[in-house]
């Protein structure tokens, strides 16, 4: 069975830095659009992040826009996300998704979480103030 695995998580400082991973075990996931999600503790999962198969569309949430980036090799099935300027309000599980058609700027169905059939674990990610 397909799988995604996120990797990357820990424990940092407000301000600083981290990459996060999603590999997929199977290269039909190498074209898929790819999303990143959130949930804290007592919060409904959130959307963080999307990229097009091929790389060349990418959608945040207004809440991390300039701070993290969204990219992905497809040679590595791999999609990374670079978390800087991290705030206390950025701890959260980390997901990973992948859904089979490019993300759609007209209606947004990018940032829910029904959109994507295929996730992974989840990767914690904590900020302390």
């Known amino acids: 069975q397909a799988q995604l695995v996120e990797s990357g998580g820990g424990l940092v400082q407000a301000g600083g830095s981290l990459r996060l991973s999603c590999a997929a075990s199977v290269r039909t996931f190498s074209m898929y659009t790819r999303g990143w999600f959130r949930q804290a503790p007592g919060k409904e999962r959130e959307f963080v992040a999307v990229?097009?198969?091929?790389?060349?569309?990418?959608y945040y949430a207004d809440s991390v826009k300039g701070r993290f980036t969204i990219s992905r090799d497809n040679g590595k099935n791999t999609v990374y996300m670079q978390l800087n300027s991290l705030k206390p309000e950025d701890t959260a599980v980390y997901y990973c998704?992948?859904?089979?058609?490019?993300?759609?700027?007209?209606?947004?169905?990018?940032?829910?979480?029904?959109?994507?059939?295929?996730w992974g674990q989840g990767t914690q990610v904590t900020v302390s103030s």
């Open positions: 990229i097009s198969g091929s790389g060349g569309t990418t």
């Open positions: 998704a992948a859904d089979h058609r490019p993300p759609n700027g007209y209606t947004g169905s990018y940032n829910s979480p029904s959109t994507y059939a295929n």
